[in-house]
């Protein structure tokens, strides 16, 4: 009787989106993972989450990302969202300056991650609007350079860069950093799932964004 050989495990990676309300973390997940845009969308309440399964290096990895809201009162969560994360990418608005400026508050959130331990990306959206811009590029690869962080501008709405950023970039750093074969740390999904009954009635509300 022949032996069966037990299924490898395809490693796995964290990645979670951080950012302003309205800088459009959402549209992104959906374009990397759907490769589609949305004009209309549901605000995220709590956590949402997809996955990818891509090639790295010809082995499968299968990413599990994190797309969390942007509003003041969720920010307390952030310890709890970032755990065992691989990979962390903060978003900004390149025609709202504020939400660039915020960047540091969300950095200076990650009090319970080795910074040393994880990939860092910091993306500057929406260039598609670049008539409205209000952040320079050279703005975004200073801040990015300061603290080792990957750093391109996108297009959520055209798919500009997209490929550049994670299929080159992020995909390189995920080989170099944890070398896959190594299975990552992630935690039940369940786990992260958060419930904000009060909330509820926010998702039937639709805004326009992520252009």
């Known amino acids: 009787m022949t032996e069966l050989k037990p ?13 302003d309300q309205g800088t459009g973390k959402s549209c992104i997940l959906n374009r990397f993972v759907e490769d589609k845009f949305d004009e209309n969308y549901q605000a995220t309440i709590g956590l949402d989450f997809q996955s ?25 969560l952030i310890p709890m969202y970032t755990r065992d994360a691989n990979i962390i990418l903060f ?16 950095y200076n959130d990650l009090t319970n991650v080795k910074i040393e331990d994880v990939i860092l ?15 320079n590029k050279e703005e975004g690869e200073k801040y990015a350079s300061e603290k080792n962080m990957i750093f391109k501008e996108v297009s959520a ?12 970039k992020i995909f390189e750093q995920i080989a170099n950093k944890f070398k896959p074969g ?4 992630v935690n039940d999904i369940q786990e992260m799932k958060i419930k904000i009954d009060e909330d509820k009635n926010d998702k039937n509300k639709k805004k326009k964004c992520c252009k």
């Open 7 to 19: 299924k490898k495990e395809i490693p796995k990676f964290k990645l979670i989106f951080l950012g």
């Open 52 to 76: 990818k399964n891509v090639k790295i290096d010809n082995q499968d990895i299968h990413l599990l990302l994190y797309d969390t809201a942007g509003q003041e009162k969720f920010r307390s």
């Open 91 to 106: 978003v900004y608005d390149i025609t709202r300056k504020e939400s660039f400026n915020h960047i540091s508050d969300w």
């Open 121 to 135: 990306v910091l993306i500057g959206n929406k260039i598609d609007l670049n008539d409205k811009r209000e952040v």
């Open 157 to 168: 709405k055209t798919g500009n860069n997209f490929p550049e950023l994670f299929y080159q």
């Open 182 to 185: 190594l299975q990552g740390t």
